[in-house]
């Protein structure tokens, strides 16, 4: 956590510790309420705090850096291998677009965009929107308000949780963003 406080650039806006920190509780609080067992949870906190720690790194393929932090360091703290390909797949299953195939997975891709389905969705998302174009990876507002709403479009939440929770609001955010935004 010190690391992303300190050594991401300034220009990740959204990929930063505030972000890594929010999917850390929802991770907690989905899996609370999918009634995972202690221990898977213990693993799937640890993948919430890594999920992004490659951005320290790169931005593309962000994922398998982050992977590559856990298998150079974790063995030294007491994870065994298995346990430390359990944290890489969950890492791995944010990548988008997400294909998570176990329960755990599950949560830690609706952790990470729990957002989506929440009041804060215009702030967080302008925070990503001002990351993009920073990084160059958009150009304009009119091209991240077509991405942004196909996403929306595209996207549901895997965990009955999630779905129950957060997709309401979700199709609230995009209506609203349909409106705010039309050509």
């Given at each position: 956590?010190?690391?992303?406080?300190?050594?991401?650039?300034?220009?990740?806006?959204?990929?930063?510790?505030?972000?890594?920190?929010?999917?850390?509780?929802?991770?907690?609080?989905?899996?609370?309420?999918?009634?995972?067992?202690?221990?898977?949870?213990?693993?799937?906190?640890?993948a919430?705090?890594?999920?992004?720690?490659?951005?320290?790194?790169?931005?593309?393929?962000?994922?398998?850096?982050?992977?590559?932090i856990?298998?150079?360091?974790?063995?030294?703290?007491?994870?065994?291998?298995?346990e430390?390909?359990?944290?890489?797949?969950?890492?791995?299953?944010?990548?988008?677009?997400?294909?998570?195939?176990?329960?755990?997975?599950?949560?830690?891709?609706?952790?990470?965009?729990?957002?989506?389905?929440?009041?804060?969705?215009?702030?967080?998302?302008?925070?990503?929107?001002?990351?993009?174009?920073?990084?160059?990876?958009?150009?304009?507002?009119?091209?991240?308000d077509?991405?942004?709403?196909?996403?929306?479009?595209?996207?549901?939440?895997?965990?009955?949780t999630?779905?129950?929770?957060?997709?309401?609001?979700?199709?609230?955010?995009?209506?609203?963003?349909?409106?705010?935004?039309?050509?």
């Amino acid at each position: 956590m010190q690391k992303l406080q300190n050594e991401l650039p300034e220009h990740f806006y959204y990929h930063n510790l505030n972000h890594t920190l929010d999917v850390y509780h929802c991770a907690e609080s989905i899996a609370q309420q999918e009634n995972i067992n202690s221990k898977d949870i213990s693993l799937l906190l640890v993948a919430a705090l890594y999920h992004d720690a490659g951005y320290l790194h790169q931005i593309a393929d962000h994922e398998t850096a982050s992977c590559n932090i856990v298998r150079e360091n974790f063995v030294r703290y007491g994870y065994s291998p298995k346990e430390i390909d359990q944290i890489c797949a969950l890492i791995m299953a944010t990548r988008v677009p997400q294909t998570p195939t176990s329960l755990l997975e599950k949560v830690i891709c609706d952790a990470d965009l729990d957002y989506l389905g929440r009041d804060d969705f215009f702030i967080t998302g302008n925070n990503l929107y001002r990351e993009l174009t920073a990084t160059r990876q958009i150009n304009s507002k009119k091209e991240w308000d077509k991405i942004q709403t196909l996403f929306l479009q595209q996207h549901k939440f895997f965990t009955a949780t999630s779905f129950e929770n957060r997709q309401p609001k979700q199709q609230e955010n995009l209506a609203a963003l349909q409106i705010n935004h039309q050509p």
